[in-house]
């Protein structure tokens, strides 16, 4: 039996998070008896979606909250962190006393899933803290449990931050991972900042994002959840999906983030109502994320938007909560797809379907993923340069070059999706 637990939050209600979800599980499908336990602060949606694919473990109280949500006052994050830290203190200094009889004391469901663990995975997608991650590798560590950063981004450190601070995390990040037995990233750039801290462990490796091996849901499943949305197929359907996140850095020399957001509302509703018109699309609002805050739901976004567009008739705001797999699937049905969310994008991409990403310019993620995915081609369009004309102007050039973009992405991605799964062939070797 291979025994793997995904020791961070990965929340169902982010569609993308989902994705990565099942394609780390489907990277370790050749793995014998697979069994995957998975942390959580929403256990209950959690269950709902992952349920069927691991065991879901309640960690509210146990994980520092904010690392999660960011969220909080300055007084009760350092109280969360100081708790996390001295729950893993005093359970290794009693367990190297008492061995496993110190589940007698600990008895939450976490500490026997740290020590049952063939491996802990960390750090999917852009999550990597040091703070959090590094104390927990070094007490894996001690606890001879095997750990994987893997299919990680790692994030440049904040803008404003001290240059003190920047590099006590740098050489956190350095020292831990050198006691870490696997590192994977999907993109070069956080091999290059990995590099940067004088790190000198494990050889790191670069390949795709996890979430290309997410299979879709089945036809039959997409038709029923079309007639069930009630979106028509006369028309060529043009599929959306924006961010509040990522909208607020549009328009930078608008002082609120509230008037970025609705000035940059406008001009995407000025492209829907384009794409109508010129084209005879139909514009589907396909919501990457529904909570579990307002702030965190596509939806509202999405209507924000049409609140401004003309041609309402030929619009839809999908509604209903589906699994990242029925997301890609229907992603499938689009002529070209449009938005600000990099899974939404890399499921579209992934069924051969042509992308425009809106991205922030600092944004290592999408750049380096959906660039190294891309290869030749342009996929982004920097949001803080957001104006009504230029977007459109890509969107008209994607239109007309979709068919081109179509075959090229066929053939990346099915070669980039073979080597997406070297993540799994890695991790297979640390288990031997």
Excluded at 64 to 76: D, L
Excluded at 203 to 215: F, Q, T
Excluded at 284 to 308: C, E, K, M, Q, W
């Amino acid at each position: 039996m291979a025994r793997v637990l995904i020791a961070e939050d990965v929340p169902s209600f982010n569609k993308g998070e989902g994705a990565l979800f099942f394609g780390i599980v489907a990277s370790m499908g050749h793995l014998h008896d697979l069994k995957v336990r998975l942390m959580s602060t929403n256990p209950d949606a959690d269950a709902q979606c992952y349920g069927e694919d691991a065991e879901i473990i309640d960690v509210r109280g146990i994980v520092p909250g904010h690392m999660v949500h960011g969220t909080g006052t300055a007084h009760r994050r350092a109280l969360e962190y100081a708790r996390f830290l001295l729950l893993q203190a005093a359970f290794t200094m009693l367990w190297l006393i008492l061995g496993r009889r110190v589940l007698k004391v600990f008895s939450h469901p976490i500490w026997s899933a740290y020590l049952d663990s063939d491996v802990v995975i960390l750090g999917h997608d852009s999550s990597w803290a040091p703070l959090y991650h590094g104390p927990l590798i070094l007490f894996l560590r001690i606890l001879g449990v095997k750990t994987a950063v893997y299919g990680a981004t790692m994030l440049p450190a904040r803008p404003g931050m001290m240059r003190a601070g920047k590099r006590i995390m740098e050489a956190i990040t350095s020292f831990s991972l050198k006691k870490a037995d696997l590192v994977t990233f999907r993109e070069t750039l956080s091999l290059n900042a990995l590099r940067t801290t004088g790190y000198s462990g494990v050889e790191p490796y670069v390949y795709p994002d996890l979430a290309l091996l997410m299979r879709p849901a089945s036809p039959g499943r997409v038709s029923s959840i079309m007639e069930r949305e009630r979106i028509p197929d006369d028309r060529p359907l043009v599929g959306m999906a924006f961010s509040r996140r990522v909208l607020r850095r549009a328009l930078p020399w608008l002082a609120e983030d509230e008037d970025r957001i609705e000035r940059a509302c406008e001009y995407l509703a000025n492209l829907v109502d384009h794409m109508i018109e010129e084209y005879g699309a139909r514009v589907v609002f396909i919501p990457h994320s529904i909570g579990p805050t307002a702030n965190l739901d596509d939806r509202i976004i999405a209507d924000r938007i049409l609140s401004h567009v003309w041609n309402k008739d030929y619009t839809m705001n999908i509604r209903g909560d589906y699994s990242p797999r029925e997301i890609k699937g229907l992603c499938g049905k689009l002529a070209v797809s449009m938005g600000s969310r990099l899974h939404f994008a890399i499921d579209s991409a992934s069924m051969g379907v042509p992308v425009m990403l809106l991205a922030y310019e600092d944004d290592i993620r999408c750049h380096g993923v959906i660039r190294e995915l891309g290869g030749d081609l342009d996929l982004t369009y920097p949001v803080e340069r957001l104006a009504a004309e230029t977007i459109i102007a890509r969107a008209d050039a994607l239109w007309n070059r979709r068919k081109d973009v179509k075959q090229v992405l066929s053939t990346i991605m099915a070669e980039a999706s073979k080597r997406a799964s070297c993540h799994g062939a890695k991790l297979s070797r640390i288990l031997r």
